[in-house]
């Protein structure tokens, strides 16, 4: 597990972003301080990125959304705001408060969507308002998530007060989000985020689900795998990226697995072949080390959506102007053991790093760092959830932060919960109200819930791990596919 790089921080941020002394974890959270202006290091106007120059539209047909079906009675607006399209719903027996919701990854096209949170019944139920915003841009754009996010909160009630309901702002506003949504909302709750964004906000209080929570460290483990994955198949990677790999990719993938899913043999599991075996146990340690589930997930269908990722730069299509990935810190590990053998000394001298543009995601003049950090500076209650056996985003990415949280020690205010599924954010809607309700009575209360230990790796290893907040209750919410899947996977046999 690499440690994140020391971070060049600018002087007026510096007496900002030192964090306060944290509360006693079993009482209240300590409440938010005021959001301070930092002003402009210097003049001028920042570069441009392809990014910036990429056009989207709302699609306006689209943001009508009809009442939810034995749901409280309530109010559903929609509109544009600035360039992003909106959704807010607020029940007729509203309780003051707001909740922010962010999407996750919605491709690279160039229209605009709004989704409302899984979880919509029960906030609705519970008398909170939610808005969720498009964003302004599509791509893994987090800079334009946070900003638009923000800005939605902000005009609450403004919108509803041109809708002919006087509100008063929210006393409360929470944020959750899912996958790339989730690092939305763990950067929106960060201090070095809080101070540097235009639109400025404070949140009492963040869910991030199935979130990107070690940011860029995310593309680290994409070009780790491929490259692990080039080694094994015995065609290593010589430069970065990879030249013709859309040739030789396919060649890569064909030495590694007898089946694929998405290829010849659409639906089908991924199979390795006897030459592959030894990646599984790589990308195993890669994505989080032994934890129950692993030959499941790692047969999934989320195998194709990674190698989705492979073969690009480390510009993460064109959200940065240099590369940003690196993976000079990457540990690769061929066996369970954390004591590296003398065989896997000589993988990671042979292997080939990739390496970073220094300060490809800088500090910027401008607002937002083009790519959020999620560095776990964090004043509130943060309460997460991520599947086990997700390969996309993988738990390494709640180990990471975890990691983060402990160097500065806000790690009071962080509470993780692993959860038994093999996808991307399958999560079912009794898991995401749990970890919703307990970070509310944590921060309402000052009732600190339970959470699981993600970084003991005898802890992680159990076959019993992320049972105590798997939950296979069905919801009318619930996705039928989801609960079948589930019921394939083998059970908890203690809570």
């Not at 705001?81 to 309780?95: I, M, R, S, T």
């Not at 509130?380 to 738990?395: A, E, K, R, S």
């Amino acid at each position: 597990m690499r440690q994140a790089p020391v971070r060049r921080i600018l002087p007026s941020l510096l007496a900002l972003l030192v964090l306060s002394a944290c509360g006693d974890s079993d009482g209240p959270a300590p409440a938010p301080p005021p959001v301070q202006d930092v002003p402009p290091v210097a003049t001028g106007p920042e570069a441009q990125r392809p990014q910036d120059t990429r056009s989207y539209a709302v699609v306006e047909a689209s943001l009508p959304f009809a009442a939810l079906s034995g749901a409280p009675d309530s109010d559903r607006w929609w509109g544009v705001l600035g360039k992003a399209g909106y959704q807010v719903e607020v029940p007729k027996n509203w309780n003051g408060m707001l909740v922010m919701y962010a999407h996750g990854y919605n491709g690279t096209g160039p229209n605009l969507s709004v989704s409302p949170p899984a979880i919509r019944r029960h906030l609705l139920s519970q008398g909170y308002a939610w808005a969720a915003s498009s964003y302004s841009t599509n791509y893994y754009d987090v800079r334009a998530g946070v900003e638009d996010t923000n800005a939605l909160a902000l005009a609450f009630s403004d919108i509803a007060r041109r809708n002919g309901r006087t509100l008063a702002a929210p006393s409360k506003t929470y944020i959750i989000g899912t996958s790339m949504g989730g690092h939305v909302t763990a950067a929106a709750v960060d201090e070095e985020n809080t101070a540097t964004a235009n639109n400025k906000i404070r949140y009492a209080g963040a869910v991030p689900m199935c979130g990107v929570l070690g940011d860029t460290e995310l593309y680290d483990y994409f070009a780790a795998y491929q490259a692990a994955a080039m080694q094994e198949a015995g065609t290593p990677a010589t430069s970065w990226p990879v030249r013709d790999w859309a040739t030789l990719g396919p060649q890569v993938q064909a030495k590694l697995f007898s089946s694929f899913p998405g290829g010849a043999t659409p639906g089908a599991q991924t199979v390795p072949t006897e030459q592959g075996m030894r990646l599984k146990r790589i990308v195993e340690n890669l994505s989080g080390g032994p934890r129950p589930l692993w030959d499941y997930a790692y047969a999934g269908p989320m195998q194709a959506t990674v190698w989705g990722t492979f073969g690009r730069d480390g510009k993460m299509l064109g959200i940065l102007n240099e590369d940003v990935v690196s993976t000079t810190s990457i540990v690769y590990q061929l066996d369970a053991t954390p004591a590296l053998s003398n065989e896997e000394i000589a993988y990671n001298s042979a292997i080939y790093r990739v390496q970073a543009t220094p300060d490809a995601n800088r500090l910027r003049r401008d607002g937002l760092r083009w790519v959020p950090k999620t560095n776990a500076q964090i004043k509130v209650p943060v309460v997460t959830i991520h599947t086990l056996g997700d390969l996309y985003v993988p738990f390494k990415m709640e180990q990471i932060y975890k990691r983060r949280a402990d160097a500065l020690g806000t790690s009071n205010l962080l509470v993780q919960r692993a959860i038994r599924g093999i996808a991307h954010c399958d999560f079912t809607i009794a898991e995401q109200v749990s970890a919703f309700e307990a970070m509310i009575k944590w921060e309402q209360q000052g009732i600190k819930p339970e959470g699981d230990d993600v970084l003991t790796p005898a802890v992680v290893a159990d076959p019993q791990y992320g049972c105590r907040f798997t939950d296979n209750t069905p919801s009318p919410d619930d996705s039928a596919a989801l609960l079948a899947t589930r019921a394939t996977l083998p059970q908890c046999t203690r809570p």
